[in-house]
């Protein structure tokens, strides 16, 4: 099961954290994703101690990515060092940005149903692959 939680650190996603076996951590290609990796590991770290136990994190995921970007090229030059901070590893996969992500939300349907054939879709397969090698389930 994969619980998606808001892009915050608030009782959801704190609550999650604890249900969860693996940790995603998606990365929009912005300098502000890189501000909150140290947050974020603060709050696993703080999380960790209270349960007892390490919540593993299964990955970086780059999302929202245009590789003919200076900003997502310079991104994934620091992503590797945030994935050292949280000790795991950036996935090969990325996710472009793509208007039919957001109108599958709009539309409120899943983006496989919406846009089958949309680029973006094939780079969600591709993620959910990888991770699912990841975690050898």
């Known amino acids: 099961m994969i619980i998606d939680t808001p892009p915050n650190l608030g009782v959801l996603s704190l609550n999650a954290f604890i249900a969860s076996d693996y940790i ?79 109108e599958s939300q709009l539309a409120k349907e899943d983006l496989l149903s919406y846009a089958p054939k949309a680029a973006a879709t094939d780079d969600y397969m591709r993620f959910v692959d990888e991770l699912l090698e990841r975690v050898e389930v």
């Not at 590789?67 to 590893?89: C, M, P, Q």
């Open 24 to 102: 995603i951590v998606p990365m929009a290609a912005d300098s502000f994703s890189l501000k909150g990796v140290r947050l974020l590991k603060q709050v696993l770290d703080d999380v960790a101690d209270e349960i007892g136990r390490v919540i593993s994190i299964a990955g970086i995921l780059l999302t929202k990515y245009n590789g003919r970007t200076n900003v997502s090229k310079l991104l994934e030059r620091s992503l590797h060092s945030a994935a050292e901070l949280l000790d795991t590893k950036v996935f090969d996969s990325r996710i472009r940005q793509a208007v039919v992500v957001q």
